[in-house]
């Protein structure tokens, strides 16, 4: 166990690829072991991909690019505008609205908060944001859709450890929305405290009418989520089937709807698609020989031993695993985090008689979350990238929306009901 965390660790540190750190950590142990061999390791790595239940993943990605291509997030765009404009901070409300209204389009939190900060970043710098308070607020918002279906790190925990997808789709309806109302809140206390963005008293207020209207126009967008737990539920389609749905009902909606989708846009899409498939596989792919290995030598067992022996408290032994998880997910990719340890934390949840519906949906917020902390936070750096911010700025204009997000957490970990209540009602229970 030693050689394989000590590899693990080094190669890490030396920054090297995430999918090649797990990959030869777990070969040097199978190097390492005189009756295990090269052939188990190898055999490993295309078990990974053999699964009919991860198929959702690469089609909810392809799903998402279609849609970002085809109309539908110019519309939510148009959406979230309308509800904030009377609102203190009303440009910084709209990413977080926006957040919302795309969980159920594109499933990846570094991809809608590079995508929020290319619209909306020129636009608060124009008005008298500061850089740090834009990454923060359009970094950490998209956190929304970690649990807002179709959710990757949700479709992955679910893949891992063979819990139902679809309970897991519907438990993350509930969360979203809170966290959204928790953010919100948020980003009107410090646009106060800042004096940023105050309401324009000469913006109309919202009509009935013209709220409809808008809505005609995105409820296609906003219906897919309900659509894709509907059809789960009434065995319309698997959730691995649903993936594919969502690529159909893309192209169906770009091309016919809103008459926005061509071969040109498709293109994009496809390649887009490829490059980001390519780095999760890779990932998924390699972590078959450091999962084997993280079994072999009984590390899920002596990791519960030493979390039992702090506590029997199903709420606290939740508390303990999340921030575990919150400091792991600073330092490694979030694929990772969910491949690597849902079989080390879920036979425990289990064992605690805590719902895997339940923690799963904790633990795809805070895993996610860790992309948008320092110091590797993969989202962190690509947000600052786009409008040239120091890191250390962004970080201390963080820390409000961390702090929401943390409160929003411990709330969802003493009130399961939160969670289970809509997939107990879809599914039973």
Known sequence: MTLLL??????????MPIAFVIGLAGFAYFASVPFLNFETATQMIVAQSQSFAFLAVPFFIFAGNLMNVSGITDRLLSLARLVTRRMYGGTAQISVVMSTLMGGVSGSATADAAMETRILGPEMMRIGYKKGYICAVNCVTALITATIPPSLGLIIFGFVGEVSIGRLFAAGLIPGLLMMTFLMTTTSITSRLYKYDPPRTDAPKLTLAELFGNLKESVWALLFPIILIVGIRFGVFTPSESGAFAVIYAILIGKFVYKELNWQNFKQALVTTLKDNGAIMLIIAMSGPFSYAITWVKLPVALSNLIFGITSNPQVLVLIMIGFLFITGMFVDSNVNFLLLTPIFLPMVKEAGIDPVHFGVL???VVTLGVMTPPIGSALYTVCGIIDCPPEEYTWHSLP?????????VILVFLPDLVLWIPNM????
């Open 426 to 429: 879809v599914f039973g229970k």
């Open 363 to 365: 633990m795809a917020t």
């Open 6 to 15: 000590v590899c693990f660790v080094v190669f890490l540190v030396l920054g």
């Open 401 to 409: 929306f961390l702090a929401a997000v943390l409160v929003e957490l």
